[in-house]
Structures are given as structure tokens and as C-alpha cells.
């Protein structure tokens, strides 16, 4: 079972330099661009940092996916998604594809263009909602791995 503990490592290493990311873009560089700390140019500080960490999370999210389907493949781990005592495991899936979705859709697509321009005309309210939408993806990503590592252990809510 050395491919199954491979996987389950680069599993792991995937989400800590995801939602690590996704914590230090939430808790520090947020609040630091919200005040101006890191320069008038609200958008350019932000987007400097951001352009950089969205290749990371994105590759992060495609070790996570590969390496996570791997597992449940490997160890035969597809009926969990029937029982509700294994909601962790749909949570880690409805996380993934929310990320995804944001990442590779509507982020490069729909959000760039958007935002920027709200950005420009309103940065208070549109620094606002970014920062309180990376609060929520944040949250979900702390009880998802709560729930993922307490649940692979046995521990159960339900
Ligand atoms: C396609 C999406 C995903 C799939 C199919 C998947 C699948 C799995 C599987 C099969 C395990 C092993 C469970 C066990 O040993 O009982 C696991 C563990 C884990 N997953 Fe995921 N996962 C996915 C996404 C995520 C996401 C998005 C996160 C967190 C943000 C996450 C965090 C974890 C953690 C922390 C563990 C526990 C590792 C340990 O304690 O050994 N996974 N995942």
C-alpha cells in the first residue's frame, strides 16, 4: 500500500499550500490591501500577489483531485458517498469543485474582467466583498479538514 501512503502525502501536501494560501490571502494580505498598507493602487497590490498564488492553488487543486480520487479508487472507498456519517468526504468533493470552478472558470473568464472593473469605480465595496468571500472559502476549508482528518481517523459527528 506504498502508492496509497504516496498519495495520501502529496494529498496533504497539496492542501497545505492551497488552503494555506487561501488563509494568509484572507487573514493578512486582505486586510494589509483594504488600508492601503501595501500601496494607494488597492487593485495592482492585490492583483501582484494574487497572479502569482493563483498558478499554486491551481496546480495544488489538481494534485488534491488526482491524488484524492486515487485513494477512493485504490482503497474502494465509493460507497461513502451513501452514507451521511462520511459527510466529510462530500465535503472535500463540494470544496474541490468549488475551487475548481472558481479557478479555471470563473475566475480567468468572468471575475478578472468584472472585478477590475468594479475595482476601479468602487474599490471599497468591491475589497469588501472580496475579503468577505475568502472569509467564507476559508471556513469551509477549516471544517472541511477538521472533518476530513478527525473522519480518516474514525471520529464521527453522526
Ligand atoms: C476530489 C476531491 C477529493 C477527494 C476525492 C478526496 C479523497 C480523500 C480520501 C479518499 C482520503 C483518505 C480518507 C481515509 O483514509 O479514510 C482523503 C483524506 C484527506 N483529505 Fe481529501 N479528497 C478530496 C479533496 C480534499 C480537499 C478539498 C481537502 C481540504 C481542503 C482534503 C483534505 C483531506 C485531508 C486533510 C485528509 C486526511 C489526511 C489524513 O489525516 O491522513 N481533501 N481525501
Same mark, same amino acid.
Request: overall charge positive.
Given at each position: 500500500?506504498?502508492?496509497?501512503?504516496?498519495? /495520501?502525502?502529496?494529498?496533504?501536501?497539496?492542501?497545505?499550500?492551497?488552503? &494555506?494560501?487561501?488563509?494568509?490571502? =484572507?487573514?493578512?494580505?486582505?486586510?494589509?490591501?483594504?488600508?492601503?498598507?501595501?500601496?494607494?493602487?488597492?487593485?495592482?497590490?492585490?492583483?501582484? *500577489?494574487?497572479?502569482?498564488?493563483?498558478?499554486?492553488?491551481?496546480?495544488?487543486? *489538481?494534485?488534491?483531485?488526482?491524488?484524492?480520487?486515487?485513494?477512493?479508487? /485504490?482503497?474502494?472507498?465509493?460507497?461513502?458517498?451513501? =452514507?451521511? &456519517?462520511?459527510?466529510?468526504?462530500?465535503?472535500?468533493?463540494?470544496?474541490?469543485?468549488?475551487?475548481?470552478?472558481?479557478?479555471?472558470?470563473?475566475?480567468?473568464?468572468?471575475?478578472?474582467?468584472?472585478?477590475?472593473?468594479?475595482?476601479?469605480?468602487?474599490?471599497?465595496?468591491?475589497?469588501?466583498?472580496?475579503?468577505?468571500?475568502?472569509?467564507?472559502?476559508?471556513?469551509?476549508?477549516?471544517?472541511?479538514?477538521? &472533518?476530513?482528518?478527525?473522519?480518516?481517523?474514525?471520529?464521527?459527528?453522526?
Amino acid at each position: 500500500m506504498n502508492d496509497v501512503i504516496a498519495a /495520501r502525502a502529496l494529498h496533504v501536501l497539496a492542501v497545505v499550500i492551497w488552503i &494555506g494560501g487561501v488563509s494568509m490571502a =484572507t487573514l493578512a494580505v486582505l486586510p494589509a490591501v483594504r488600508r492601503g498598507e501595501l500601496g494607494q493602487d488597492r487593485l495592482q497590490a492585490f492583483q501582484a *500577489i494574487e497572479h502569482r498564488f493563483a498558478w499554486q492553488a491551481r496546480a495544488a487543486i *489538481i494534485v488534491v483531485g488526482l491524488t484524492g480520487f486515487y485513494m477512493t479508487w /485504490r482503497l474502494d472507498l465509493w460507497d461513502r458517498f451513501r =452514507t451521511a &456519517g462520511f459527510w466529510w468526504m462530500h465535503a472535500m468533493v463540494c470544496l474541490w469543485l468549488l475551487f475548481a470552478v472558481i479557478l479555471f472558470v470563473a475566475e480567468p473568464f468572468i471575475l478578472h474582467r468584472h472585478f477590475r472593473k468594479w475595482a476601479l469605480e468602487r474599490p471599497e465595496a468591491a475589497f469588501i466583498w472580496l475579503h468577505r468571500a475568502h472569509c467564507v472559502l476559508l471556513a469551509l476549508g477549516v471544517v472541511t479538514i477538521l &472533518g476530513a482528518v478527525a473522519g480518516s481517523q474514525g471520529w464521527s459527528i453522526f
